[in-house]
T-cell receptor, first 113, second 114 residues
Framework: DAGVIQSPRHEVTEMGQEVTLRCKPI?????LFWYRQTMMRGLELLIY????????DSGMPEDRFSAKMPNASFSTLKIQPSEPRDSAVYFC???????????FGPGTRLTVL | QKEVEQDPGPLSVPEGAIVSLNCTYS??????FMWYRQYSRKGPELLMY??SSGNKEDGRFTAQVDKSSKYISLFIRDSQPSDSATYLC??????????????WGLGTSLAVNP
């Protein structure tokens, strides 16, 4: 298996632009997580899905952030409009049902100028 | 106070040293404790996990949980330059279901010098 796939790997955009991050989880994994990592705040859970249904979005910082999972093999995290403070590495992770290990993708490094 | 506290370091040791990495937590209900390793510009990967209190050993790595003190440790014996990475602790209330959300430490940056 190729593991969790994220795209793009790097994104540089200007403040106010829309940013869309993409994730393909490992086939057969029922849970999908979106995280944000910064030096100051570490790894923060933004939202997670179970069987394509959002379960907990309490970590989404504000309405500018939205996430979707239209099917079991694809999820997006959208920021609109983007701001410089959104600059971070965004990770997608997936895990099998009834298992604790989360498998992380390589991350998307977002820079908002 | 954060639920999980972890000293970010950086920690620098010579090759062959014994390394001790630690996290403290405030929620006594946590039951599952994990250590993830993150190499530079990569995603975290699970290194070890333990349930409740006690020790678990895997090669050069030993994970310890002391629930009475709300303190977990990861020991690395005979450290190698390839162990240079950031080590993150994570913990959860349950193994499955909707309380399985992991709570993460900030991570400790470790450098093992040849």
């Amino acid at each position: 298996d190729a593991g969790v796939i994220q795209s793009p790997r790097h994104e540089v955009t200007e403040m106010g632009q829309e940013v869309t991050l993409r994730c393909k989880p490992i086939s057969g994994h029922d849970y999908l997580f979106w995280y944000r990592q910064t030096m100051m705040r570490g790894l923060e859970l933004l939202i997670y899905f179970n069987n394509n249904v959002p379960i907990d979005d309490s970590g989404m910082p504000e309405d500018r952030f939205s996430a979707k999972m239209p099917n079991a093999s694809f999820s997006t995290l959208k920021i609109q409009p983007s701001e410089p403070r959104d600059s971070a590495v965004y990770f997608c992770a997936s895990s099998p049902q009834l298992a604790s290990e989360q498998f992380f993708g390589p991350g998307t490094r977002l820079t908002v100028l | 106070q954060k639920e999980v506290e972890q000293d970010p370091g950086p920690l620098s040791v010579p090759e062959g040293a014994i390394v001790s990495l630690n996290c403290t937590y405030s929620n006594s209900a946590f039951q599952y404790f994990m250590w993830y390793r993150q190499y530079s510009r990569k995603g975290p990967e699970l290194l070890m996990y333990t349930y409740s209190s006690g020790n678990k050993e895997d090669g050069r790595f030993t994970a310890q949980v002391d629930k009475s003190s709300k303190y977990i440790s990861l020991f690395i014996r005979d450290s190698q330059p390839s162990d240079s990475a950031t080590y993150l602790c994570a913990m959860s209330l349950t193994y499955a279901g909707n309380n399985r959300k992991l709570i993460w430490g900030l991570g400790t940056s470790l450098a093992v010098n040849p």
